[in-house]
């Protein structure tokens, strides 16, 4: 016989006080950065910061975000200082929520004094939010898709 399903309450630990979970979250916001806040940014034309793709060179030839800067994460400590200005923060993106790329190419960057952030939904949110997607041929645009991206509207968030 199998015991029974913990519940919510004995797993979850609910004495987080309102002001522990308020600097857990400022924290996140201190060093994320969503996919629209990203695009939006970058529409603007002064984003304050440079996009870092972190994957390898066949996936950036597949799709990448216009205007970023391909730099694979496992050349970042070879590379960074001579191809990032350093008084320019940087947002890093990987793959997409599976995949940690961008937290360890965001860690690399840290860790050579570089002010950083993580774009978290990565490439996969990029492109299935319909955003521009570059690639040798050109830029282009999907679809939306509505799992992701409210269709024709802006999340209100």
Do not use: K
Request: proline share 8%; charged share 20%; glycine share 10%.
């Amino acid at each position: 016989m199998r015991a029974p399903l913990p519940s919510v309450d004995d797993v979850i630990d609910w004495s987080t006080s309102p002001g522990e979970a308020a600097a857990h979250f400022a924290h996140r916001l201190a060093v994320e950065a969503d996919v629209s806040d990203v695009a939006t940014a970058l529409d603007s034309g002064a984003p304050g910061f440079v996009l870092l793709d972190s994957r390898s060179a066949a996936a950036w030839a597949q799709g990448h975000v216009p205007g970023a800067v391909h730099l694979p994460g496992p050349e970042i400590a070879a590379r960074a200082d001579a191809e990032l200005d350093r008084s320019v923060p940087v947002v890093t993106y990987c793959w997409g929520p599976g995949c940690n790329g961008a937290t360890r190419a965001a860690l690399a960057l840290a860790g050579l004094g570089f002010r950083v952030r993580e774009m978290i939904g990565g490439f996969e949110y990029w492109a299935r939010e319909g955003l521009p997607v570059a690639t040798a041929d050109g830029e282009a645009r999907r679809p939306a898709d509505p799992l992701t991206a409210p269709a024709g509207l802006v999340c209100g968030c």
